[in-house]
């Protein structure tokens, strides 16, 4: 398992996106849309995630399928320990485009939101961040 994530942020770091990274990192205090983050999170992420962003109850188990369950959003998993570009081409690319033969259920949404929609989400995500976790984020994010 840990070797699978291991190739897994290799590949997502190699990545080159043409989207500018000047936006990084994604604050909660101005710049950011954070009500269209919500609605959009509502309409594409709570089913899986739910609306409170607890993630997929019992997340750290395998589904009837054996699939990984969704984690939470809200900062008691593990969200918090990616930067702002990873977090973005995770949800832009999905992890089907970025893991071989990945069969999980995180697939991407580049095709329905824009680099900016994905911001706005990830800046209303950080809304439910404490202040240590998203501080901890901040610096991680303004590395890259
Ligand atoms: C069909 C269910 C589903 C939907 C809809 C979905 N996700 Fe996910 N997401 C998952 C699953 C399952 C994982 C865990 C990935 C894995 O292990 O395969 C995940 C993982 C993630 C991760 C990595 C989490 C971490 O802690 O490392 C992020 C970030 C994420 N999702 C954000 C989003 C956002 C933002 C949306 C909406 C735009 C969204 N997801 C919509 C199922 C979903």
């Not at 962003?53 to 918090?80: C, E, Q, Y």
Request: hydrophobic share 35%; glycine share 8%; aromatic share 12%.
């Amino acid at each position: 398992m840990k070797k699978i994530f291991i190739i897994f942020f290799i590949f997502i770091s190699t990545i080159s996106s043409s989207y500018s990274h000047k936006h990084y990192p994604i604050t909660v205090d101005g710049g950011f849309d954070i009500s269209s983050g919500k609605l959009l999170y509502n309409q594409n992420c709570a089913s899986c995630h739910q609306s409170n962003l607890s993630g997929a109850v019992d997340w750290k188990g395998l589904d009837k399928d054996g699939h990984r369950k969704a984690p939470p959003m809200n900062g008691t998993g593990h969200t918090w320990h990616h930067s702002d570009e990873t977090l973005h081409a995770i949800i832009k690319h999905g992890l089907a485009k970025l893991v071989k033969n990945y069969q999980g259920k995180m697939m991407g949404f580049g095709d329905k939101l824009s680099d900016k929609d994905i911001d706005n989400v990830l800046a209303y995500i950080k809304t439910y961040w404490n202040e240590e976790i998203y501080n901890y984020q901040l610096e991680l994010s303004k590395s890259n």
